[in-house]
Structure formats: structure tokens, C-alpha cells
């Protein structure tokens, strides 16, 4: 059914895994598109209590857009794209359900943004955190900076977009980004625990 992502349910919850290891997981417009898709099938089945957003394998979440797709698109193309991936990051923040984002690995960019867009984040001791857009000309839009500044302040959030540089999970959890900090193998027992106990 999906090309790039897969979905497991264990008793009420629902895994969801952005599945493009060999590209860090980045976005892609296929992918955004799955997410949404997914989630809104999780969001709508009654024997689904919540939903966990993750990453395949250790070495990314999300690490940001897929740009080898984005560079060719025209303005038009990239406003429709922009346009779609704030709805869908929306919808999960306006889920019904309680959304926990496993962040594992890098969480860069539109994977940093995926992220804030859940309701909770548990993030594996080898995560790591950035707004990495402006490094190569790129903006989103005010979606991923007003949720960094919900959730950080105002001044931390500037600190992060203006200098764009990683934070790793202690200084991510320091700052009030991340829930709680648990160790790689853990993460997704941890995180189901988590979703089972809500």
C-alpha cells in the first residue's frame, strides 16, 4: 500500500515509520503524502488509542527534505508543496489521538519540524536537533519556527534558526524540546510504554 513508510499496530497503537533509510529518511512529496494518509487512517479507526511517528533504522528520524526532488520545482510547485506539508503537519498536531514522536538520529530541518509537529517526543540518546534550511537558502515558511518558539521561547528559537547548528538529545531535553532521553534500544519500548499509558 505505501512505498514510503509502513505502518504496524500493536494492541491500540499504531507505528508509523517514514522508511527511506538510504536517504535519512528525508521528505519527499510521496512521503509527506504517506504520512498524511496514514495518519489520517490511524486518526479515523476506532481501535487505534495512539500513534507513534518514527524513523527506520538508528541513523535518522527525518533528516530533512529530500532536496535532489525539491531543487528542479518552480515557485508555484514549491508553494503547492509547502502548502501540502503544513496540512499535513497540522493534521497531526490537531490529532485526536496522543501523537509521540521516536526520534532516533537525526532530526534536522523538516524531520525537526515532523517532530515538534507530535504531541510528545522521545528521543534516543543519539538524536540530534537543527533547523538546517537556511544553510542552504531555504525557509519554512513560519510553520517550524512558530512551533519552535511555542515550545523553546522566542530567544532559544532564534539562536537555533539564525545559527543553525545541531543539538544533540541532552541539550534538546535542557531546552524543553524533547520529553525525556532514553537510550537507543530502548527507544521504542520506552515510546510504546509511554503511548499504552496515555
Known sequence: MYQ????????KIVIVTVNRPD??????????????VAMNAAA???SVGGIILTGAGTKAFVAGADISEFAAYSLEEGKALSAHGHAVFNS?????????????????????????????????ENAKFGQTGPMVGSFDGGYGAGLLAAHI??????E????????????????????????VKELEAETVQWAREM
Open 4 to 11: 514510503n513508510i509502513t505502518t504496524e499496530q500493536k494492541g
Open 23 to 36: 536517504k535519512l529518511n528525508a521528505l519527499n512529496k510521496n512521503t509527506i503524502a504517506e504520512i498524511g
Open 44 to 46: 479515523n479507526d476506532t
Open 92 to 124: 497531526i498536531e490537531a490529532c485526536g489521538k496522543p501523537v509521540i514522536a521516536a526520534v532516533n538520529g537525526f532530526a534536522l530541518g523538516g524531520g525537526c519540524e515532523l517532530a515538534m509537529a507530535c504531541h510528545m517526543r522521545v528521543a534516543a
Open 153 to 158: 521561547g522566542q530567544k532559544k528559537a532564534r
Open 160 to 183: 537555533i534558526w539564525f545559527l543553525t547548528r545541531s543539538y544533540d538529545a541532552k541539550e534538546a531535553l535542557d531546552m524543553g524540546l524533547v520529553n525525556t532521553v532514553v537510550p
